[in-house]
């Protein structure tokens, strides 16, 4: 049997779908928009991504899914065939908004360039094919670049609020006073303290406490960092646990020190990062981590109507207020449905409470009604914007370089630290280009 041409199926799925009553949708590939920091040969990601939008024939965006199977498709490939190069392209994420987002990870650097196909159907969707010329760096290549060029290349902000607004505290950082305070306020048996030193573009660190196995989360961005950009020189404590620490008054004596964190609140100093887990998901994206800052885009939950009227809640027991969750979910079943799932600093707790199941990440999206349906709708309009995994790097660097406008003295390598090593990649070894600035270029 003669197989019929992708365009005339396209063609007679369309009149299927008019037939039977559905609004018909047509899709101009042309008109079609395509965007994002994926198309740009410089900003290297652990899984690059761009954006489409899907425009009709009359020029207007659509606001939902075409109906059927949208036959959008992605294809990258080396400029020169000489280049043999893995690249994992996945389907394209529908976000069910008329937007579809584009990703592709690179197990290898290219010399020549990319060349990336856009298409519906058969044909060429806005201006596709997109030539980045190269070198395209892979996300273990170590090369890094001078800053302001980096900064310039991912648009990072100009101003970041929220950074100002944690770093009005501490105008000076005596390295001094954080060296003999840190240890003996935090660093006890129960600590969860880690103690960095970045020197030369080299990440050094020594644990403080009993509880400092996430070290491998912040030392993995921290090395991910340094393979893309110059950081400045500075030593600084982390901490990895799920509370803030310092809760010092700004014009108090002894004054409060800067504690960098994962999380904070409105009584609490501490210097706010992105917390470990929306950080790993983004540099483990489509490799170890299956639901990430940019996979989540593709799977929005279920219909609003059909969404439960119930609050909900699954994690650990790292604060005691989670307990006592778990109780008031024991008396309101009706109301919430809230279950700790793994005991770590609450054990003599779990026969009392039990023990829930794991729930998928997309169960989480079940939620409350009218109000949640307004949070939900502003709080994945910012998610778009803020956490786009190059907007996460640029707050990160960001973070590190106006804590080291601030230091008092110059950092060093302390006794007890180690060096942090790159993790090998043998199997795609790359070749940096750029001229490595000196420090007095910077």
């Known amino acids: ?19 039977a009553g559905a609004p018909e949708v047509l899709v101009s590939a042309p008109r079609s928009l395509v965007w994002g920091p994926g198309l740009q040969a410089a900003v290297v990601l652990p899984v690059r991504y761009f ?15 075409p109906p ?22 996945p389907k394209p994420l529908d976000r069910n908004d008329g937007t579809f987002l584009m990703r592709y990870r690179m197990y290898e650097t290219v010399d020549e360039g990319l060349k990336i196909e856009v298409l519906y159907g058969d044909e060429h ?15 273990y290549c170590e090369c890094p670049e001078d800053p302001q060029a980096w900064q310039k290349t991912l648009s990072c902000p100009t101003k970041e609020p929220q950074i100002a607004k944690d770093f009005a505290s501490f105008p000076s950082i005596n390295l001094q006073q954080m060296l003999k305070e840190v240890p003996k306020r935090f660093g006890d048996e129960r600590g969860a303290i880690v103690h960095y030193t970045i020197l030369n573009n080299h990440v050094y660190r020594r644990s403080l406490g009993k509880y400092t196995d996430f070290k491998m989360f912040s030392d993995e961005i921290l090395l991910s960092l340094t393979r893309k950009v110059l950081l400045p020189d500075l030593e600084f404590y982390v901490n990895l646990g799920d509370w803030p620490l310092e809760h010092r008054k700004v014009n108090g004596t002894p004054s409060p020190i800067p504690i960098i964190s994962w999380c904070g609140s409105l009584d609490s100093r501490d210097v706010v990062l992105p917390t470990y887990d929306i950080t790993h998901s983004m540099l483990e994206a489509m490799r170890g981590v299956t639901n990430d800052l940019l996979s989540i885009q593709g799977n929005t939950g279920p219909s609003w109507i059909n969404k439960t009227e119930r609050a909900f809640f699954r994690g650990r027991d790292s604060r005691e ?37 794991l729930m998928g990440f997309f169960d989480f999206f079940k939620e409350n009604d009218e109000e949640a349906k307004k949070i939900a709708k502003e709080g994945q309009l910012m998610a778009r914007d803020l956490l786009q995994p190059h907007r996460l790097y640029c707050y990160y660097y960001q973070v590190l370089q106006k804590y080291a406008e601030r230091q008092s003295s110059k950092p060093e390598v302390r006794d007890g630290m180690e060096l942090v090593p790159q993790p090998e990649d043998s199997t795609a070894i790359c070749q940096c280009h750029r001229k490595k600035p000196s420090r007095e270029e910077l």
């Open 51 to 65: 954006y489409l939008q899907a425009v009709n024939s009359e020029g207007q965006n659509l606001t939902r899914s």
């Open 68 to 89: 059927g199977e949208t036959p959008f498709k992605v294809v990258v490939k080396s400029l020169s065939p000489k280049e043999l190069v893995r690249i994992h392209v």
């Open 125 to 139: 969707v806005a201006q596709s094919p997109y030539i980045l010329k190269g070198p395209v760096y892979h996300e």
């Open 1 to 19: 049997m003669r197989r019929l041409p992708r365009a005339l199926l396209l063609q007679l799925r369309l009149a299927l779908l008019v037939a």
């Open 321 to 357: 207020e989670r307990l006592q969750l778990v109780q008031l979910s024991k008396e309101n079943p009706q109301l919430l449905d809230a279950g700790i799932t793994g005991y770590f600093f609450f054990q003599e707790k779990e026969k009392e409470l039990g023990k829930a199941k």
